[in-house]
């Protein structure tokens, strides 16, 4: 029995896609008939290598021709070229390569050792295009500057980047809006992937149990590390969150190969992509719609202070595929969804992997602490540890308010005590049968 089936057999058989015993089959309230949209090929750049920069083993510039060859690359001695798409990549032993920047239209990402791409950076939102960049390697480190360009707004980006398991990149942007109307749309933004996860609502014809390029937001502020796992919501969602978060990102928590199928677009290996440093009172908004045919983004993820006309923004971005653990609490590793049919009860079965202070702690002492808002029915909480993932398992309950959202914050606790990073998610109002 795997962890799916035995989440599915602890939860009493009322979970997504099982039937209560003495109960008419119906329809739980997570389904949701979505076409089967074709498995993601592999995304490989048709680019070619023109220029080398530096470097022994060679730091090389590969510029993509196309229809639209907008960008302007400028190279150290007056080299121009004008490209479709842009890579820079550094050679490492074995043929394995780091790409340290990719550029395409308006969205830039970078590649770590033994990482395929994922999630991606939009640099004036979903309208913004790149229009020029000049590229040059000092101290072993690549500079960038680019310019970007939307309807009734520009922005002009200093990149500074290193690293080969871990790409790092020091970002300085100054952006310019017609109007606070084009300031709040064309904010610089994390665009993701996610169509169905391991336990949420998935097709029928789906292949394998995941597909995904980030299964959950990562936020840090004041109170400690919070996970929103994502979700393919049936009509667009966003959700705010702030002022004062500190640090955010896009994760792939869940990177068991047996859950992707071997497709080479390697969805698995997709590296964590972590924003830090842009200021104490930044503005956090996750925006969510239905997925769309193939593997084009459907999560953004948008940040910055409150919206102007002019703005600078600095921040850190880090890409990764083997990121350290994040303090000393337990982290949420996957959410499975679920409900009853009968009561109308919405089911979250949460897992969590051990930290290394619920490691010194004794299984029995672990209980698990919910919050609601607006208050409403708790008729389960409970948590009991996990064989299959030697970690714990919390299962919640909770009955939706007609008419209204439910903010949900749920954590596990000893004593009191908080002992992992906090799980959010809302429960979107169900609509009122007349």
Known sequence: MGPAAFAFGFIGGVGHGAIAHGVAPAASAFERIVPLSPLPVARRARARP???????????????????QRLRVTLPKGLTRR??????TMRKAGGRRVTWLAMSRGSFWARPLAASRGVVVRALGARGVFR??????HAGRLMAVVGVRAPGARARYHLIISGRRMVRMAVSE???YRDTTSARRDRPALA??????????????????????????????????SWVPLRNPARPWQQAYGPGVRALGLLQRDRARRNYGAH????????????????????????????????????????GPQAADRERLRYRLAWTRTPKHRGDRAI?????????????ARMYVIDYAKGPITRRLPDHAIVGEVRVHPDTFVTQDTVRYNPYTRG???VLQLMPVPGRAVRVRAWLAVHGARVSEFWRYVLRAPRIAR
Request: glycine share 12%; hydrophobic share 45%.
């Open 264 to 303: 080479a677009a390697r969805l698995q290996d997709a590296p964590d992509v972590i924003v830090r440093g842009f200021g104490r009172f930044a503005h956090v908004t996750l925006r969510e719609r239905p997925t769309a045919r193939g593997a084009a983004p459907n999560v953004w993820v948008v940040f």
């Open 332 to 344: 949420v590793v996957s959410t499975l969804l679920g409900g009853n049919a009968r009561s109308g």
């Open 174 to 176: 100054q952006a310019f």
């Open 392 to 394: 714990y398992r919390q």
């Open 83 to 88: 490209c479709a798409a842009l890579r820079v």
């Open 50 to 68: 023109w220029a080398r920069l530096a470097g022994r083993d060679g730091i090389w510039v590969l510029c993509e021709s196309g229809t639209r």
């Open 192 to 225: 993701g992937f996610y169509d169905f996860g391991v336990g949420t609502g998935q097709p029928a014809s789906a292949l394998d149990p995941a597909r995904h390029d980030a299964d959950g937001l990562w936020l840090a502020d004041a109170r400690g590390h």
């Open 132 to 137: 020029r960049v000049t590229l040059a390697v």
